[in-house]
């Protein structure tokens, strides 16, 4: 049987909802064979991956989501096969997760003047030992009844021009790919049409992607249409980059959303496994 590959996934070390050991049984009962864990800014669950990895006979691909600054914007980078260990990516992540408990103080105080008291007490709790995101905002706003979905919390709280947006100046998009090199790592931009980017500034990133040592580029992920992925694989051709694929799998309750259900990856691509 042909493997199957899932390399962008997230675990309660981020903003995830199951544990990195929930996370790797559930990849194995929907057939993955080969899969990389990505919490944002955070190696922390990948040992305890690493185990229930071995149990159930799945490869696993050490991997971070680092959160990235280009003119303004913040891209998402992953990197797949990284050192967790390595001193930089360490210092680096350091920073970003200083950068993140920030942010999250700050929408928090943004929540109060909307009469929206107790989320920074209350997202903490819920991030426990993993980094807090935007998405734990989203859950304590669902879960207070100040939104009826997750979605909606984003629409009318927290997305920017919205009452709790904080713009964050995440580390520059140069130093993320310097520090996953550093750790013998690929960088890999992430999910490339959900940036709501025209497709010449996106062009420019992609070009600036590569010159800085980029490698690799999402071609395939959990909510990619047919279209998406002809655009994505148009950019991974034009700027030779190896294609990855990954469902940015976050919870369960999400029935259009499966740990290893993607689309083929398109045979004319290079994988981006061919690289670890």
């Known amino acids: 049987m042909p493997e199957i590959y899932d390399l962008h996934t997230h675990s309660t070390a981020s ?4 544990s990195p050991q929930q996370l790797v049984s559930r990849a194995h009962a929907q057939g993955v064979s080969v899969m990389a864990l990505t919490d944002h800014d955070t ?3 990948l040992a305890e991956a690493r185990q229930s990895a071995a149990q159930w006979g799945i490869r696993l691909i050490n ?3 680092l959160s990235a600054s280009y003119q303004s914007q913040c891209l998402h980078i992953v990197g797949l096969n990284i050192d967790p260990l390595q001193a930089e990516l360490i210092a680096g992540t350091q920073k970003q997760q200083l950068l993140r408990t920030e942010r999250a103080q700050k929408i928090s105080a943004k929540l109060e003047k909307k009469h929206i008291p107790g989320a920074f007490a209350a997202v903490s709790l819920a991030a426990g030992n993993g980094e807090i995101t935007r998405s734990h905002f989203a859950d304590f706003l669902l879960a207070n009844h100040y939104v009826s979905t997750q979605q909606e919390a984003f629409d009318r709280y927290l997305s920017k021009g919205k009452p709790a947006y904080v713009p964050t100046v995440w580390a520059d998009l140069a130093d993320v790919i310097n520090w996953i090199k550093l750790a013998g790592g690929v960088a890999v931009l992430a999910h ?3 940036y709501k980017l025209s497709a010449k500034w996106l062009r420019n990133a992609l070009q600036a992607f ?9 071609v395939v992920t959990g909510r990619a249409s047919a279209d998406e992925i002809r655009f994505s694989t ?3 051709q034009k700027y030779q980059l190896y294609a990855s694929v990954g469902s940015d799998f976050h919870a ?3 029935p259009w959303l499966e740990l290893g259900r993607l689309a083929a990856l398109p045979p004319q691509l290079k994988p ?3 690289l670890f």
């Open 15 to 18: 903003d995830g909802a199951l």
């Open 43 to 45: 190696t922390a669950g």
């Open 63 to 65: 991997g971070i989501e």
């Open 192 to 194: 490339p049409m959900r």
């Open 210 to 218: 590569k010159e800085m040592g980029g490698e690799g580029i999402e």
């Open 234 to 236: 148009d950019y991974a």
């Open 252 to 254: 369960p309750d999400n």
């Open 272 to 274: 981006v496994w061919e």
